[in-house]
C-alpha cells in the first residue's frame, strides 16, 4: 500500500471517529442549536477537534517510525496525479457546501445549525478528498 | 492493463527487470524517479506513465522506448 493511501485511512479514520460522534452528539437534542454562543457544545467540538489532533499526530509518527523509506519519498507523478483529482472533485463539494450555508441557510436556519452546517460542508469535502485519494490508489487512476 | 475503446498499453518491463539481473522495482522506481508502488501499478498496466517516465524507464534498461511499451489495438 502506498504511504500516502495509508495516510488517506489514517485520516479519514481519524475524522470519522472525532467528528461523526460531534455531530450525532449535536443533533441529539440535547443542545439548544439556536443559542449562541452554546458553551456545551463548544466544548464538544473542542474535545472532538483535539481528539482529531492527537489521532492524526500520532498516526503519522506512528506511519513514519513503520515506514521510515516510504515516508521520505517525494511524491511522484503518480501521487501528484491522484492529489489533483481528488482535490478538484473535493473543491466542487466544498463549494456547493459553502453556497449552502452562506447563501441558502441564512434565510431559514441560524446559531449553531449554520456552523454544524459548515463543519459538516468542511468534513464532507475532507471525506471526498480523501476518499478519492483511497479510490486512487486503489484503481491507481 | 489499461482498456480504452480503442486498444490497450501492453509493458515488457517485468521481463526487462528479470534481464537487467532482476532489478527490483524499487531500484527502477530510484532510476527514474518513481514510488516502487508506482512502478508496479505501470508494470501491471494500471497506470500509463507520462512520456518522460516512459523514455526514462527504457533509458534505464538502455532500449528503444518501442522495446518498452507497445500498443495493442483491440
Known amino acids: 500500500m502506498a504511504y500516502r493511501e495509508r495516510v488517506a485511512w489514517l485520516t479519514v479514520s481519524a475524522m470519522l471517529v472525532t467528528l461523526v460522534p460531534f455531530f450525532a452528539l449535536a443533533r441529539s437534542g440535547r443542545f439548544d442549536l439556536s443559542e449562541l454562543p452554546n458553551g456545551g457544545l463548544m466544548v464538544a467540538l473542542a474535545i472532538a477537534t483535539v481528539a482529531q489532533v492527537l489521532i492524526i499526530g500520532a498516526g503519522h509518527l506512528l506511519l513514519r517510525l513503520r515506514f521510515r523509506s516510504d515516508a521520505s519519498e517525494p511524491p511522484d507523478e503518480r501521487d501528484r496525479l491522484i492529489e489533483r483529482r481528488s482535490t478538484r472533485w473535493a473543491y466542487y463539494v466544498l463549494i456547493a457546501g459553502v453556497v449552502l450555508v452562506g447563501v441558502a441557510m441564512p434565510f431559514s436556519s441560524g446559531g449553531w445549525q449554520i456552523i454544524l452546517a459548515a463543519l459538516a460542508a468542511v468534513l464532507i469535502a475532507e471525506l471526498v478528498h480523501y476518499g478519492l485519494v483511497i479510490i486512487g490508489y486503489r484503481r491507481t487512476v | ?74
Open chain 2, 1 to 74: 492493463m489499461k482498456n480504452t475503446s480503442s486498444g490497450t498499453l501492453q509493458n515488457r518491463i517485468r521481463t526487462l527487470r528479470f534481464l537487467n539481473g532482476e532489478m527490483t522495482q524499487a531500484e527502477l522506481g530510484n532510476k527514474i524517479g518513481v514510488t516502487r508502488q508506482t512502478v508496479a501499478a505501470i508494470e501491471s498496466g494500471k497506470y500509463s506513465p507520462t512520456l518522460e517516465t516512459a523514455f526514462r524507464i527504457s533509458d534505464a534498461f538502455d532500449v528503444r522506448l518501442d522495446e518498452v511499451f507497445s500498443w495493442s489495438r483491440h
